[in-house]
């Protein structure tokens, strides 16, 4: 019989969150939209349809991915609480050690600080989305994308396994299409269609593995479970 | 015996038992999980699993409710506040008696 701490409960139920690849399938998606609007800046209606599409995803993100498991994950494996249910919602979770009288105030400390940790973390990560962003919109030099790959592939690296879960070959292939985009650069580069190309590019990627993922678990789970009564 | 030991004698046994003590554990931990996910997480068959969760459900320690998610039909399990109030009472009582056992130096 394995080891059975909260600690490990509660990283399995978040690994099982990310085990289906629709989290990842429905965040890429979100990003492959976005880079696609910002491409189509001279066709206005299409653009708004993608606008909104991406509007809808990014403010009904927990929702469809819900509805995505309802049909395809809890029927074949079942239902756990959210990650973000604790992390957002509800105060956090107590673990162990901070329901025993002996706990080791070390612990303690650590499970108070994880979430001011994820606070600053946050904080370094949109920092670094936003330089690279910027810059590759305002800097009109092909290895800007190169600089922007490897940003985005270091805030990717950041929040890898933290705050969501990629596979190790789209982090270090973001890099790479930063390269690409520099060596190669696109026709007729305006500051919107440099970022469009990178941000769909990095989108197709993410979406890629979020396709992967979720046939190696339908591969791995073919059947619906009959649920218990 | 020592104070630390006799503290054994006072676990609740409803927790106690392995199985219930690993739903009793995941449940502390995840918040809620359906019957499902429990059965696939502790590898138990689907009468052990029921007939624990009754245990459970019938001490109020964990409350069981049938919903759906889509259309999907869930049996979610969670814990009321008197199962997280006595799983905390049991880790207490547990970490006392394990402070009462000697030391692994291996």
């Not at chain 1, 399938?25 to 909104?52: E, W």
């Not at chain 2, 696939?40 to 689907?46: A, M």
Request: aromatic share 12%; glycine share 6%.
């Amino acid at each position: 019989m394995h080891r059975k701490s909260p600690t490990a409960a509660q990283r399995r139920a978040w690994n099982y969150w990310f085990d289906d690849g629709l989290p990842t399938l429905v965040g890429g998606f979100g990003c492959f939209v976005f880079g696609l609007s910002f491409i189509f800046d001279r066709q206005p209606l299409f653009r708004l349809l993608l606008a909104a599409t991406y509007c809808v995803i990014l403010l009904r993100n927990r929702s469809i991915i819900e509805w995505l498991k309802a049909r395809l994950t809890y029927p074949r494996t079942g239902y756990v609480t959210p990650p973000y249910s604790s992390q957002d919602e509800l105060p956090p979770l107590p673990d162990l050690t901070s329901v025993s009288l002996q706990a080791d105030p070390a612990q303690m400390a650590k499970t108070a600080s994880e979430q001011h940790e994820r606070k600053q973390r946050m904080i370094l990560v949109l920092a670094m989305l936003l330089a690279a962003v910027l810059g590759t919109m305002f800097i009109d030099h092909p290895w800007t994308f190169a600089a922007a790959g490897i940003d985005l592939g270091l805030a990717l690296w950041i929040m890898n396994g933290k705050d969501f879960r990629l596979s190790w070959i789209v982090i270090s292939a973001i890099p790479l299409i930063g390269f690409s985009l520099a060596i190669f650069p696109p026709d007729a580069m305006t500051p919107a269609h440099r970022l469009g190309y990178f941000v769909t590019a990095g989108g197709l990627l993410i979406v890629t593995d979020g396709v992967v993922a979720l046939i190696r678990y339908l591969w791995r789970n073919p059947g619906l479970s009959v649920p218990a009564e | 015996m020592t104070p630390d030991l006799q503290k054994l004698a006072g676990l609740d046994r409803v927790i106690h038992e392995p199985a219930r003590l690993m739903i009793m554990t995941t449940l502390f931990a995840v918040g809620e999980a359906d019957f499902l996910y429990l059965q696939r997480e502790f590898g138990l068959t689907q009468g052990n699993l029921s007939s624990h969760l009754a245990k459970l459900e019938e001490t109020k320690y964990v409350l069981i409710e049938k919903t759906f998610k889509g259309k999907y039909p869930l049996t979610l399990c969670r814990l009321t506040k008197k199962g997280r109030k006595a799983f905390e009472e049991y880790v207490r009582k547990m970490r006392f008696v394990a402070n009462a056992a000697p030391a692994d130096n291996h």
